[in-house]
């Protein structure tokens, strides 16, 4: 069974602070990594990874794919307290279409 | 461009009765696919509609059923409703244009369920 784990699951820190969050996988067939942000209700879409894509860098947030150790990091640089959210991984496979298989997610608090 | 629509956005119903949620995808986007978010359980794929067939199921009670219309908008229908039920249920759109192609999903609003 698909498995995707992300750690720490609660991560509090000050505005300013660059903070890593973690995500590894177990899929069959991987095909792709996804970063969402979720603060309310819609998880808005940060980063897909994938074997051609491997790293992916917008402003402050950058994110890595090591598809040896099967896992994935997102770095946000001097934080915000805008960026306190739950941040979500997911992978998908290449056979399944469409389906998302996501992690426990992270959530992030900044404080001022 | 419009993102994804979900309505209603609350529902409160009581256990026993059914419901049905809608979702209208970003125009152009043909595959969409419906998830349950739950304090417990995190996000769950529920099932995955494209071009009005259903595509991949996840490990949900056959109380759990949807259909996709052929302008791409689809419904979920939960029937004989539980406690359990009680989530956010979130729907997301791809273009998926060809399989070999990797396509990020968007998500609407969702739809808060409240079962009492």
């Known amino acids: 069974e698909d498995k995707v784990v992300q750690s720490p699951l609660s991560l509090v820190v000050h505005e300013g602070d660059t903070v890593t969050l973690n995500c590894s996988y177990e899929?069959?067939?991987?095909?792709?990594l996804l970063w969402y942000k979720q603060e309310k209700k819609a998880p808005t879409f940060l980063f897909m990874l994938?074997?051609?894509?491997i790293e992916k860098k917008s402003g402050r947030l950058s994110s890595i794919l090591d598809k040896k150790e099967l896992s994935s990091i997102l770095n946000i640089t001097a934080t915000q307290t805008g960026d306190s959210a739950i941040y979500l991984c997911?992978?998908?496979?290449?056979?399944?279409?469409?389906?998302?298989?996501f992690g426990q997610g992270t959530r992030l608090t900044i404080n001022p | 461009k419009a993102g994804v629509t979900q309505t209603p956005r609350y529902l409160i119903k009581t256990r026993g009765q059914q419901v049905t949620l809608s979702c209208s995808p970003i125009?152009?986007?043909?595959?969409v696919s419906w998830y349950q978010q739950t304090p417990g359980q995190g996000l769950q794929f529920l099932f995955e509609?494209?071009?009005?067939?259903?595509?991949n199921k996840g490990n949900f009670p056959g109380r759990f059923s949807g259909r996709q219309f052929s302008n791409s908008r689809s419904e979920m229908n939960v029937s004989t409703l539980e406690l359990g039920d009680s989530a956010l249920y979130l729907c997301?759109?791809?273009?998926?244009?060809?399989?070999?192609?990797?396509?990020?999903?968007?998500f609407g609003q969702g739809t808060r369920l409240t079962v009492v």
């Open positions: 997911a992978v998908t496979r290449s056979q399944g279409a469409q389906k998302l298989v």
């Open positions: 994938t074997s051609s894509g």
């Open positions: 125009s152009g986007h043909r595959s």
């Open positions: 509609y494209f071009s009005e067939t259903q595509r």
């Open positions: 899929v069959t067939n991987f095909r792709s």
């Open positions: 997301a759109s791809s273009t998926d244009r060809a399989r070999r192609v990797n396509t990020e999903a968007f």
